[in-house]
């Protein structure tokens, strides 16, 4: 599990004119500290990538409200009105789509994640780990379109493959074995979710 941008800010301990050990204050502060940590857990899950990033989201969506009402009014005092309007328009959707854009890939990468560890399939794994980024909305569309194909592909031929390996490796038990892995890890992770 990935966080992202988790601001922890902790506040001072203050003590004045206190007669302590050296043990009894470092446990007084780290006392202090701890409660701190534990109280600021909203923060932790806030920022956590297997819900989006839901205070990232909120943030990209407050700096785009922002810009939408201010950029008009800097406008207007500028006596460019039309200019500013624009401008906060603009900003708000994109900084709109940037934190949708961005919640939704966050949390489609970790179910991806999850489907792949379910898979009960090295090479599925290593294959998945292996993917790199696309470099633009054309690549990506390509390797979309690409990795369908495979999945189709694979997911057909895993339904008769697997029992085949499966017997092999171990007799009867294994075949059956195979069957299932075949229908349920080839067929339906690679057909459906790939």
Avoid: C, W
């Avoid at 790199?132 to 592909?153: E, K, S």
Wanted: proline share 3%.
């Amino acid at each position: 599990m990935q966080v992202n941008d988790l601001p922890i800010e902790l506040d001072e301990v203050r003590m004045y004119n206190q007669f302590m050990t050296t043990t009894l204050l470092l446990h007084l502060v780290q006392t202090e500290y701890v409660n701190q940590i534990v109280g600021a857990y909203h923060k932790f899950f806030a920022s956590s990538d297997v819900l989006g990033n839901p205070s990232g989201l909120l943030r990209n969506f407050s700096v785009g409200f922002r810009d939408l009402i201010e950029q008009p009014a800097r406008g207007l005092a500028d006596e460019e009105l039309l200019k500013g309007v624009g401008k906060g328009v603009k900003s708000f959707f994109k900084h709109s789509a940037v934190g949708l854009l961005n919640s939704t890939s966050k949390i489609s990468n970790n179910v991806g994640r999850g489907l792949a560890l379910a898979s009960l399939d090295p090479k599925f794994q290593r294959d998945r780990e292996n993917l790199q980024a696309p470099t633009g909305a054309g690549d990506g569309f390509l390797r979309g379109v690409t990795r369908l194909g495979q999945g189709i592909f694979e997911g057909a031929t895993g339904i008769v493959q697997q029992p085949i390996k499966g017997a092999k490796e171990d007799g009867v038990n294994g075949f059956f074995k195979g069957v299932g892995r075949g229908v349920v890890v080839r067929f339906i992770f690679y057909f459906l979710f790939i």
